[in-house]
């Protein structure tokens, strides 16, 4: 086991809690008139986004759940029945709620449509009760879970996974598995493979609970020395590293190899009582509850209080307590003050006024980034197509990917290149845009990567030939192929048309406002497009009704039902747009793995073989082949 101790004496704040730097923009959106109207907000406490902006906001003593628009219109969302006392409230991909009522040991599920009904009671799974609600979690497959404290005496401490449309799961028990007498689970979360973590609170041990169900310490004074004190809250991050704050304030990082590394000292005063933490990218976010404020912490020992006492400078924030921050895609900090009786947005970064010589940079090379895509994309059929016709002799259809056989892709790259020496010659556009080698390369991996999702790391023997026994899958394979393209082609084209529309009305003057037109859809076009997805799954006519959708396509998006292969295909199509405009326009502010189904789960990940090195690869020539000197996982060979 390897441990590292890095204590270090936390930076000066940047930002005091009166005056914030330019990089931060504070705005209330609730207080305690809650709509307006008949319903008030009283002790708010989780808070939730999802990926369209929405933001949720629990109510602990006023029993309800108050949502606002991305416009800001407040509306009570929820009325919860009496003594609930709502309080940790978490969000699942498909905008599912999961809100955990402490005093009624329930958990209530609320969908996108407001409907409520009860996921877990008292009674748990029939077997093992439920009692004493603490947390609430969900995984990166969407599936929620629940702690319970046994309350007073403990007896009933344990952990249900709560499947969809089945009943409670019990994944640890007030033994750990007989590893402890009073555990205590105060606070629990779960990595995007599946992995639980927990915080035994009362026996000052941090486990871990495989898919399989086996149980670990992980955290613990032996494991940790010095650890003497009781692990309160969890969080895991990108890499699945599991965050753990303790009752002295301590901050600690579980890596999935078992490394404990300290993070956090507890010893400075920015930070007192921390009541909530979250995770986005390297940035750890942590409330606290003693000193009225949220701060970020970041790898290098950074501090830097992000919302203070005073709030936005007219309505105070105070005492953050359970689940009280939430953050969106793009990186925005949502935080609830229980005592305030309010809820704060937090827009941690830089506006710019960009002239039009830096506007017309910017949309040359957007246009480009849709033209090189579209390009990848035609080619990409027609190496399908070509391939089911058995037109493929001198070229596998693996190399006819990246062969490029009528230069259409190099030569929508070459036009990127001339238009970012011709417009951006004279300017470096602050944001929205890199060069026109990124963005080609970008545009053309982002083509490539829909093959992945469709049929897998290779083309070969899985895309079939049309004819005899074959024919009907290899129509469906190829009618699926080309609505996926469209999707995507209509998405890039949507994202520019909003990015240009916004520059030039200057409602686009940050990052965030980029990546918010990644998933806008104010018209409707990319729904209309994205469709036929769905409808090429269930058609007879040149469709897929009757074929073995598992053998037609074997990738990621591999299901036996079509309704599950489109949501998946639509999801990849935003991926893919997401990741090529990521990387063509350096949004270092967007998380596309969170945007794609709004869980951390790398469900939109680095793909091996799209000629692009990144994540954890060390190399990508553009295949999945092992002995050319980069492996088919995209590690240099030696």
């Known amino acids: 086991m ?45 808070v939730a986004v999802d990926n369209a902006g929405n933001v949720f906001v629990v109510g602990g003593s006023s029993e309800n759940l108050f949502k606002i628009t991305p416009a800001g219109v407040v509306t009570e969302f929820v009325e919860f029945p009496g003594f609930a006392n709502p309080a940790s409230i978490r969000i699942d991909g498909t905008g599912n709620l999961f809100v955990l009522s402490w005093s009624r040991s329930e958990v209530f599920k609320v969908t996108p449509a407001g409907d409520v009904s009860i996921v877990l009671t008292e009674i748990g799974d029939g077997v093992n009760p439920y009692d004493g609600g603490e947390a609430i979690a969900v995984g990166g497959d969407g599936v929620a879970y629940a702690s319970g404290s046994g309350c007073c005496t403990n007896v009933f401490a344990n952990v249900f996974r709560l499947p969809p449309g089945g009943p409670p799961e019990l994944v640890l028990d007030n033994t750990a598995g007989g590893l402890m007498t009073v555990p205590l689970y105060t606070d629990i979360a779960v990595d995007s493979v599946g992995n639980l973590y927990a915080a035994a609170n009362q026996q000052a041990s941090v486990l871990k609970v495989t898919p399989a169900g086996v149980v670990s310490i992980v955290l613990d004074q032996n494991i940790f020395p010095g650890y003497n004190t009781s692990p309160r809250l969890i969080a895991t991050d990108l890499d699945d590293n599991a965050i753990v704050s303790s009752d002295d304030d301590r901050v600690h990082k579980i890596e999935p190899n078992g490394t404990v590394t300290e993070i956090f000292d507890g010893v400075d005063p920015a930070i007192l009582g921390i009541s909530a933490i979250a995770v986005r990218g390297p940035a750890i976010y942590l409330a606290g509850w003693t000193s009225d404020n949220v701060v970020q912490l970041l790898p290098n020992g950074t501090m830097t209080e992000v919302l203070g006492p005073a709030g936005d400078g007219v309505h105070p924030f105070e005492q953050p307590d359970i689940g009280s921050i939430a953050l969106d895609f793009a990186g925005n900090i949502y935080a609830t003050g229980s005592d305030s009786d309010n809820a704060f947005k937090v827009l941690l ?285 995209c590690d240099i060979e030696p």
């Open 2 to 46: 390897i441990i590292r101790h890095l204590h270090f004496a936390v930076a000066a704040l940047l930002i005091s809690s009166l005056n914030l730097s330019a990089e931060a923009q504070v705005t209330q959106i609730l207080d305690a008139s809650g709509d307006g109207a008949a319903a008030t907000l009283n002790t708010p406490l989780g």
């Open 349 to 633: 970064e830089a506006t710019f006024e960009l002239s039009r010589d830096e506007e017309k940079c910017i949309n040359a090379l957007n246009k480009g980034l849709r033209k090189v895509s579209r390009a990848q994309g035609i080619v990409v059929r027609r190496c399908v197509q070509d391939e089911t016709k058995g037109k493929l002799t001198s070229l596998t259809v693996d190399e006819c990917l990246t062969a490029d056989r009528k230069q259409k892709v190099a030569k929508a790259q070459a036009r990127v290149l001339s238009d970012d020496g011709k417009k951006c010659a004279a300017v470096t556009p602050p944001i929205g845009a890199t060069d026109g080698a990124t963005v080609g390369a970008s545009a053309a991996a982002g083509g490539r990567a829909l093959t992945t999702d469709l049929f897998g790391p290779t083309l070969e023997g899985v895309v079939l030939l049309h004819d005899g026994a074959t024919k009907d899958t290899a129509a469906c394979q190829a009618g699926v192929l080309k609505a996926v393209v469209r999707c995507q082609d209509v998405r890039l084209k949507e994202f520019a048309k909003c990015k240009k529309k916004g520059l030039k009305t200057d409602s686009i003057i940050s990052q965030s406002g980029i990546a918010a037109c990644i998933s806008a859809d104010a018209t409707g076009k990319i729904a209309r497009a994205c469709a036929p997805v769905s409808g090429k799954l269930r058609s007879a006519v040149d469709g897929c009704l009757g074929v073995d959708l598992t053998t037609a396509f074997p990738g990621s998006c591999s299901a036996g039902d079509g309704e599950s292969v489109a949501q998946c295909l639509s999801k990849s199509a935003l991926c893919r747009v997401c990741r090529a405009a990521t990387q063509a326009d350096a949004l270092d502010v967007i998380d596309c793995d969170a945007l794609d189904d709004g869980l951390i789960n790398t469900s939109c990940g680095p793909v091996c073989g799209d000629t692009l090195v990144e994540g954890s690869e060390t190399c990508d020539d553009g295949n999945v082949i092992s002995g050319d000197g980069c492996s088919s996982t």
